[in-house]
């Protein structure tokens, strides 16, 4: 059910945040974005087989009423397109998030009475998207402490070499031991039995550090989990977000929803979790145990190896009355992480243009799948600027994975890959023209010398200057004056020639 609420502006009809997941169902059913499955499919290899199918065909939301071994539905492709990437955060276009972000960071120090009263609403704002904690909710309508497994529920085997079943799209909820700060992360789980899962916290995600932490701290001892599955999309998307350290993931989510996301104490454990959650794992990580993980058909389009990771105790679920299991598969490119991914790359790039006002655009294509290939269009003013720019993105957040950087001048543009080949390729002497360093790779890259430490590239493909060092002239590129372009449309339509106007 949605909520329609009388809004403040213009008189208008304003839409409130989607309440849950199955909010957010009825609103995609309702514009022909769901596709309901009532066949029975099998959890192990068909659900992927078939969303593999849907999402690279732009297809719909899937959900598989009836899943092989288990009565809880399966939601799947939730977000595998571009439209449903806007309906889930209400926009048009994913650049209105985008300018949203923009004008929190406008906010310039107010220089007079009247600045300050005209910044009071914005503040205002800000200050209504914190994390609030309910007493209760719907992720409480069932309570069990004895009573519980695993295989309760449709988890998904992925891939025919997959290590087993996987929990693939969990919020993983843990606490910073020293600071007490929140983090929210999307960290695959593969089940091990009815009560243990893998805890797949890369090296250097936050996940990972307070493991981390809690270790140097305590030595041996528990580290408290909390994994929510399944919420309304916003909030869904929290564990994705790649914001800074102690910076909590939900404050985002209810920036991005534009409404606070609720949170309720969990049973048997120090966290909160949303409430509106379809499904809420309770437990712990036991600080000195590792156990071996994977393979894992991965994003990247292959398996990612085996590794030890810590190991996930459950003590508690707690879920609706009638939970539905969201999960999503990743694979060989594009799936529905793409989506995703392509989204939170557009919503943080007013975020990277505040620190580098030089970047004119960014564009990751879904062959470079996120980590391997990043392009930046710079307004270059000085020497040596692109390489300043690959230098920040290699000390930028996640964007330290990023293995192959090209720098383009301002008039390239970055979102067509043709041009960007051809511009790129022309404008660089190989030697001198690409930077080799060495530094943290993603954990899943498996090309490099070690896990987690290799080497990255950068290729500077802008012009080149006299202050470079480039003393011969720079060529100009090829285009037709605008009297002659216009002289030819004139004529066209009697020319008879059966080809669409070249661009
Ligand atoms: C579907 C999906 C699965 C993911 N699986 C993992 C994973 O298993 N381990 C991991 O470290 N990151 C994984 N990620 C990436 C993290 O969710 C992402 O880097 C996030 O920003 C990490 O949060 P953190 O910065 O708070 O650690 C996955 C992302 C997606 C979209
Ligand atoms: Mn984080």
């Not at 998030?97 to 906010?107: E, G, H, Q």
């Not at 909030?235 to 102690?246: E, F, H, M, R």
């Not at 790359?345 to 030089?358: N, S």
């Not at 330290?400 to 002497?429: G, S, Y």
Request: proline share 7%.
């Amino acid at each position: 059910m949605l909520h329609w609420a009388p809004g403040f502006d213009c008189g208008r009809y304003k839409q409130l945040a989607y309440r849950d997941l199955r909010a957010f169902l009825t609103r995609l059913e309702r514009e022909g974005e769901l596709k309901r499955i009532t066949a029975e499919v099998d959890p192990v290899l068909e659900i992927t087989e078939i969303t593999n199918r849907v999402t690279k065909a732009g297809g719909p939301a899937l959900l598989f009423e009836r899943p092989k071994g288990s009565n809880i539905p399966v939601v799947i492709n939730l977000l595998g397109s571009e439209r449903r990437v806007n309906l889930a955060l209400e926009v048009d276009d994913i650049d209105q998030v985008a300018n949203r972000v923009r004008s929190f960071l406008d906010v310039q120090t107010p220089q007079g009475f009247l600045d300050k009263v005209k910044m009071l609403p914005k503040l205002a704002e800000l200050g209504s998207f914190f994390p609030k904690t309910v007493k209760s909710g719907p992720c409480k309508e069932v309570i069990r402490k004895e009573d519980f497994s695993l295989s309760f529920f449709p988890i998904l085997k992925c891939w025919p070499q997959d290590g087993g079943r996987y929990i693939t799209w969990p919020m993983v909820i843990t606490k910073n031991p020293e600071t007490g700060k929140r983090n929210v992360g999307c960290y695959r789980m593969q089940v091990f039995d009815e009560r243990t899962t893998g805890m797949h916290w890369q090296t250097q995600k936050h996940g990972a550090e307070h493991f981390r932490s809690a270790r140097s701290r305590h030595g041996t001892g528990k580290l408290e989990v909390a994994v929510a599955i399944g919420a309304d999309p916003a909030t869904a998307l929290a564990g994705i977000l790649p914001v800074p350290p102690d910076l909590d993931e939900f404050m985002f989510s209810g920036f991005l929803r534009r409404d606070a996301v609720e949170l309720v104490p969990c049973e048997t454990v120090g966290l909160e979790v949303p409430a509106n959650a379809e499904i809420v794992l309770e437990g712990y990580v036991d600080l000195s145990e590792m156990r071996t993980e994977g393979p894992f058909g991965d994003h990247t389009g292959f398996y990612s190896l085996e590794g030890e990771y810590p190991v996930f105790h459950v003590t508690c679920i707690t879920h609706r009355k009638d939970p539905l299991y969201l999960t999503t598969i990743v694979g060989p490119p594009p799936q529905e992480d793409f989506f995703m991914g392509h989204a939170i790359e557009r919503i943080f790039l007013p975020v990277m243009k505040m620190q580098f006002p030089e970047i004119v655009d960014v564009a990751m294509p879904a062959e470079g799948i996120f980590q391997n290939l990043m392009i930046v269009a710079i307004r270059k003013s000085y020497p040596g600027h692109a390489r300043k720019i690959m230098n920040a993105i290699w000390s930028l957040g996640q964007a330290m994975f990023t293995k192959v950087i090209v720098v383009v001048d301002h008039d390239v543009d970055v979102q067509n890959p043709r041009e960007v080949v051809w511009k790129t390729l022309c404008a660089i002497d190989p030697q001198r023209d690409i930077e080799f360093v060495l530094g943290p790779v993603d954990t899943l890259e498996h090309a490099s010398r070690l896990q987690d430490f290799g080497s990255k590239m950068g290729i500077d493909a802008t012009r080149k200057w006299q202050s470079e060092g480039f003393a011969r002239p720079w060529p100009d590129e090829i285009r037709m004056d605008a009297a002659t372009k216009s002289r030819v449309d004139a004529l066209w339509q009697s020319l008879g020639i059966d080809v669409s106007r070249p661009r």
